[in-house]
């Protein structure tokens, strides 16, 4: 089977030949490696695209994301502030609305006259065309209800889902359609699976019953959508997330990537039987600190674990910080190539 094939058969609910296994992201660590910052390679795509297809030629990932690292490029593309990192990735400055008033001047249509986005999308063609056959391509950013945090602040999100929920259904309105055209450009220029985001969502953030009531609608509006456009969709929460596992099948997110703080029994058993599932390698005190020997025990775990049945992807528990050494993620993707599943 080819690395894409692979992937999509664990995702289908059927077992492929041996364990799928990725990177989460890593944009800000695939050009920081390199000696780049992601704000000065963004008005390059073909340099973009040419160093992701290198990387990925070395650690053999069997997804490459191409657009991870830029999240908030959208919220500067509508008219926010947005401060780059010297080294990881950049940050929103301030809130873009000042109040639930201003979703109705925010044009979505201004994504596709941003020149960073748009070159994004171009990186994902070029990505694609080069190494898209073999491997499957996807594509990163916020889920609705992150990306509305990043446009209106998320103490106010946090304030208001008790004091105006109005104003935050308003705000996750605009985030739905924001996300939808983000992604949906991204697939027609070549990604296959999108990888959203929403660490907003987390269970050490909002509880249970705000996450029914603001995440799981928006998500699911978001997922019928990109699904229609030809996407399949990863949902990636971080933090502990262990109390609202069994909801989340329902969204129509394909796979559920969940940090380290889950436990990859729970997630079986709560999600198991319906979709995907991917995880969690611990990105830092694991990919970062421990020595590749390490990794492999680690990673092995996790596949003797939960990972035999076939439709469990081995990922770290969230992006890779700059400081991950490459010998560690060839570690971690190594141990799934090597781990045959039996028919």
Known sequence: ?????????????????????AILS?????FNNRGFTLEEVLDQPELMARIIVETNEQVKSDIVWPGSGYNNLSVRALGGKIKFRPR????????????????????????????????????TALVDRAIGEDTLVGFSGWGPFSLAAQLYGVERLMRDIYRDKPAVHA?????????????????????RILSIGEPTASGDLISRQHFEEFVLPYLGIYMKRTKEAGGLNLLHICGNITNRLDLIPSCGADVLSVDYKVDLVRVREAVGSKIAFAGNVNPVAVLEVATPEEV????RECIETVGLEGNFILMPGCDLSPGVPQENIKALIETGLNRQLSA
Do not use: H
């Not at 705000?171 to 990604?191: D, K, P």
């Open 88 to 123: 990881g990735v950049p940050d929103v400055v301030e809130p873009l609305l000042k109040g639930a008033g201003d979703v109705d001047r925010i044009n979505p249509e201004r994504l596709r006259e941003d020149e960073g986005v748009s070159n994004l999308w171009q990186v």
């Open 296 to 299: 492999v025990a680690v990673s």
């Open 171 to 191: 705000v996750l309105e605009l985030a739905t359609e924001i996300s939808f055209r983000y992604y949906e450009a991204a697939i027609r220029a070549g990604a």
């Open 1 to 21: 089977m080819k690395p894409k094939e692979v992937v999509l058969t664990a995702i289908n609910g059927q077992k492929p030949s041996r364990v799928p296994v």
């Open 26 to 30: 890593g944009g800000a660590w695939t």
